[in-house]
Structures are given as structure tokens and as C-alpha cells.
């Protein structure tokens, strides 16, 4: 089976971490970035030299995330999937956020996503082939105190994939968002014991998610078997939103 070749944003740690060992554990090539490097990337290093790559880079720098992609495709080839996973979260109730962090949080998770899709999905139309999947949010979907500005991105990622599944679906491209519960990541080692036991308590499934049961969707979804889903927004939360 011929290997992809990969591309995910902010995959050091969390649920970037999670997807850049499942595709490599698949065989695949793939490219990651983040603003700092981690003991985990350079395990990969080491581990796989001739099929992983990775840079230190903002995705808020577009001139730098323009030199990554035209490495990725000198080391590795043609990018066939792109995975958006890069964001950032600032809780803090809208009155009395700041706005340095607003924009922080727009530049990233949107801005920056918008660009680097761009700069990707150019080689992909000329290949008529390619996988886009963006990692969306529940709180997109259902909202959550403190996380008014972040889920407004969120939502409007999942939006982004919609519109941008019927600009490219005629060439063969697929585009979905995945949207993720509550995970056993960095991000929900905010939350204290109280809120955390009240997400486990609301949750059908009874636990907060591992990072692996979002990988394998997306892996699902980069595979040959999900070639007619296109426009979705996939909710991996163990029930919370039903």
C-alpha cells in the first residue's frame, strides 16, 4: 500500500503527539511543527530518521510556514494529508479578556490555519488527491463558560470545513473536522478535580477520552475506506453532546 505523506501542525505533544505516532506507526512520512521542541520529537529523530521531519516554528509566521512546506516536499514528495491540529486556549469570561489574547487566539487557530491549508492545497488540486482534516472542538459545537473566544473558533473551523469540502470536492479532496471531547491532555490539566469529575459524570461513556481514540478517526479518515465523506464534522466525545 503506498504510504502518505503527512503533514501535521503542533505535533510535540497532546493530541499532536498522538497523531504523528499513529501514522508513523502506519508506515507513513510525516512532517510536524511546534514552537518548541520536545523529549518526544527527538525520540522520533532518532527512531525515524528517513520518514520523520520536524521544525521549530510558529504557525502565525506564514514566510516560515512556507519554507517547511517546500522542505516537507523536497525530503519527502507530494503531501497527500494535512492535518490542522495547532491551536491555542485562553479561558477567561469575554469581559475581561485581553485583546492581545483574542488575537493570539484568531491568529492561530484561524489565520494561521487558513494559510497553511492554503499553501498546501494548491499541490494538492494539481494531483486531484488529498486529505484535509481539521481538529475542531465540542465546545464549537455546544460552547463552555470561560471559553467564549476559543469556541468561536472553533466553530467557525468546522465552517471553514464545509465550504472548503464543496471548493474542492470536484478535484478529489476530501475535507472533515474531527471534534474531540474532553481529553487527558494538557489542555484538560486546567480544569480542577471538581470540573473534571463533573465532565466524567455528564460523559454516557463515563471517562475523559485518550488522545489515540482521536487518532484513529483521523486515521479512519486519511484511509482509502473514507474516499465518500467530505463536509462532516465528526464528534469523538464519549456521548457529553448527545
Not at 501535521?8 to 502506519?26: E, K, M, N, P, T
Not at 479532496?173 to 474531540?180: G, L
Not at 478517526?217 to 465518500?228: D, M, Q
Amino acid at each position: 500500500m503506498k504510504k502518505n505523506i503527512v503533514i501535521i501542525s503542533g505535533g510535540s505533544r497532546g493530541l499532536g503527539a498522538s497523531l504523528v505516532q499513529y501514522f508513523l506507526d502506519q508506515g507513513d512520512y510525516v512532517a510536524t511543527f511546534s514552537r518548541n521542541t520536545t523529549a518526544q520529537v527527538k525520540k522520533w529523530q532518532s527512531s525515524h530518521p528517513e520518514n520523520f521531519y520536524f521544525d521549530t516554528l510558529s504557525l502565525t509566521d506564514t514566510a516560515a510556514c512556507s519554507n517547511f512546506v517546500k522542505t516537507v516536499q523536497e525530503k519527502l514528495g507530494d503531501i497527500n494529508v494535512l492535518v490542522n491540529n495547532a491551536g491555542i486556549s485562553k479561558t477567561s469570561l469575554l469581559p475581561l479578556f485581553s485583546d492581545k489574547d483574542m488575537d493570539e487566539i484568531i491568529d492561530l487557530n484561524l489565520k494561521g490555519t487558513f494559510q497553511l491549508t492554503k499553501m498546501i492545497c494548491r499541490p494538492m488540486l494539481s494531483l486531484s488527491s488529498g486529505r484535509i482534516i481539521n481538529i475542531s472542538s465540542i465546545v464549537g459545537l455546544t460552547g463552555y463558560r470561560g471559553l467564549s473566544v476559543y469556541s468561536a473558533t472553533k466553530a467557525a473551523l468546522d465552517g471553514f470545513t464545509r465550504s472548503l469540502a464543496r471548493e474542492l470536492g470536484p478535484r478529489n479532496i476530501t475535507v472533515n473536522s474531527v471534534a474531540p471531547g474532553y481529553l487527558t491532555t494538557e489542555m484538560t490539566d486546567e480544569l480542577n478535580q471538581k470540573q473534571t469529575r463533573q465532565i466524567v459524570n455528564r460523559t454516557p461513556l463515563g471517562r475523559l477520552g485518550d488522545p489515540e481514540d482521536v487518532a484513529e478517526l483521523v486515521g479512519f479518515i486519511a484511509s482509502p475506506a473514507a474516499k465518500f465523506i467530505t463536509g462532516q464534522v465528526l464528534v469523538v466525545d464519549g456521548g457529553i453532546s448527545c
